[in-house]
């Protein structure tokens, strides 16, 4: 009977409009009810019954409404993420994209909210237009002291979790992360094993809660290592604010020998232009100067020299976001819920060993 009514349905051509519910339970031969209970895997289907309507959900290319099915499961099955100073900085961005693909293989939908500005004004429209789109949760990706210290204050009634950070600057918030302290003791123990003693770090903008987690990991280091205690520059992130540090650093030596042989760069943007100012003035890196950076953007690979960096698994970032996130909105909804598994606390990095980097 079911391929009767496929063949006619071949017969009478392309649809003028996209199949709804209706036109599945005519081709199959059930009741719209039970093609509904089909879409929301209700076990009381018969394997038969399923199997028809099945073929002919893929006979009439059937896309269930979103919209429906949110109304049959009382459910958004959306998160919102929370996004900050995303455009070019990488260590953002890639975490939203992160953070989506892992939403996405979740059967779970990611809308994003761009804050316009840091201010609590701000930060609050941003959070209530994710509420207003009833999401059962929120990741945070903004990185910024001011952002979770001023969400923490807000009445939030979902669950929420942020990337990036450290849990003691989070108010409360979950964090999942890389673990940054791993990363910088990587890069310093990679530079002291090259004979390096005098390394100088260049840290990203303050209110950044990477650029600060990162410059304490390195002054740790430098403290129980017993180095030198050179007063580290600062930039915003970009390209150009590298470069003018590196040109501070080389001011600041004069006509003397440079004070150190090797620059920790907080970020890879920013180790680029510490390249190109050491080159202009005349410095060869490595055989001068050695740099390290931090992220490996796809570009690193292709700096002259090619970057020794940190590479951050953001990938692996977005997922423990999104499990975290999951099992809160789970255990909203029962206290009594056992999480799926247990989340470490940090993401592993890895240091990528290129050629800006020399012995001594």
């Known amino acids: 009977m079911q391929r009767d009514a496929i063949s006619q349905h071949r017969r009478t051509g392309a ?3 996209p199949a709804s519910i209706r036109d599945v339970a005519r081709l199959a031969g059930v009741s719209h009810q039970t093609v509904s209970r089909v879409l929301n895997g209700h076990p009381s289907v018969r394997d038969a019954t399923r199997t028809r309507v099945l073929v002919a959900m893929d006979e009439l290319q059937f896309r269930p409404s979103r919209a429906a099915r949110m109304l049959s499961m009382r459910r958004s099955q959306t998160i919102g993420v929370l996004a ?16 989506e693909d892992a939403a996405r293989e979740q059967g779970y939908y ?3 909210a761009h ?3 840091l201010s609590a004004d701000a930060i609050s429209a941003a959070v209530e237009d994710l509420l207003n789109q009833d999401v059962e949760g929120v990741v945070i990706v903004a990185p910024r002291t001011a952002v979770l210290s001023r969400l923490a204050a807000l009445a939030v009634d979902i669950p929420i979790v942020a990337a990036q950070g450290e849990q003691e600057d989070a108010g409360g918030i979950p964090v ?7 990363g910088v003791r990587m890069v310093m123990d990679y530079l002291t094993r090259q004979g390096h003693r005098r390394i100088v770090h260049v840290a990203g903008p303050p209110d950044w809660n990477d650029a600060q987690s990162r410059l304490r990991a390195y002054e740790a280091e430098v403290r129980s290592s017993g180095l030198p205690v050179l007063p580290p520059a600062h930039g ?3 390209a150009e604010s590298g470069y003018q540090a590196g040109r501070s650093l080389i001011q600041a030596a004069g006509h003397g020998e440079l004070g150190f042989s090797a620059v920790f760069s907080s970020n890879d943007q920013m180790a680029l232009g510490l390249m190109h100012a050491f080159r202009e003035a005349g410095l060869d890196v490595p ?13 690193a690979a292709h700096f002259w020299p090619p970057l020794t960096t940190v590479r951050q698994a953001f990938d692996e970032l977005g997922k423990r976001c999104v499990a975290m996130l999951m099992d809160a909105i789970r255990k909203s909804e029962d ?9 470490p606390d940090a993401v592993a990095p890895q240091l990528i060993v290129r050629d800006s980097v020399a012995a001594v």
């Not at 055989?287 to 570009?299: A, Q």
């Not at 206290?335 to 989340?343: L, Q």
């Open 84 to 99: 900050a100073a995303v455009g070019s900085h990488y260590g953002p961005a890639s975490s939203v994209s992160a953070v």
């Open 287 to 299: 055989r001068d100067v050695s740099v390290v950076g931090f992220d490996d953007i796809p570009e």
């Open 176 to 182: 999942a992360s890389v673990d940054q302290r791993a």
């Open 335 to 343: 206290p009594s819920a056992v999480p799926d598994e247990a989340v």
């Open 110 to 112: 990611a809308t994003v």
């Open 115 to 117: 804050l316009a500005s």
């Open 15 to 17: 649809r003028s409009r």
């Open 236 to 238: 915003d992130w970009t």
